[in-house]
């Protein structure tokens, strides 16, 4: 049974920094491709990145140079390291197992 656990969120002040965490369980992560997506209030869910089985990676436009996904297959966990956070980024963040599995998401907010 595939299991996804986000954790990481919380509030933080434009500017700041959060690293989201995903625990992955019931499939072989080191040759998964896994991603990151977003949801802010009243809009549709969007891709925030993702990182391949050999570590490659591609971001929405609006992230690079500010989000990094990293992945760590001894522990099961992919990372979302963000910095430089805005109001815009805003909503709930959900880790992927492509296609079909998701996790529950958690909550980021940035505001002052």
């Known amino acids: 049974q595939v299991r996804l656990e986000e954790s990481g969120g919380g509030l933080v002040q434009p500017g700041g920094s959060l690293r989201l965490s995903c625990a992955a369980s019931?499939?072989?992560?080191?040759?998964?491709?896994m991603g990151w997506y977003r949801q802010a209030p009243g809009k549709q869910r969007e891709l925030v990145g993702i990182?391949?089985?050999?570590?490659?990676?591609n971001y929405k436009d609006s992230v690079k140079g500010r989000f990094t996904i990293s992945r760590d297959n001894a522990k099961n966990v992919m990372y979302l390291q963000m910095n430089s956070l805005k109001p815009e980024d805003t909503g709930i963040y959900y880790c992927?197992?492509?296609?079909?599995?998701w996790g529950q998401g958690t909550q980021v907010s940035v505001s002052s």
């Open positions: 992927r197992y492509l296609p079909n599995d």
């Open positions: 019931g499939f072989v992560f080191s040759i998964a491709t």
């Open positions: 990182i391949s089985s050999s570590d490659t990676t």
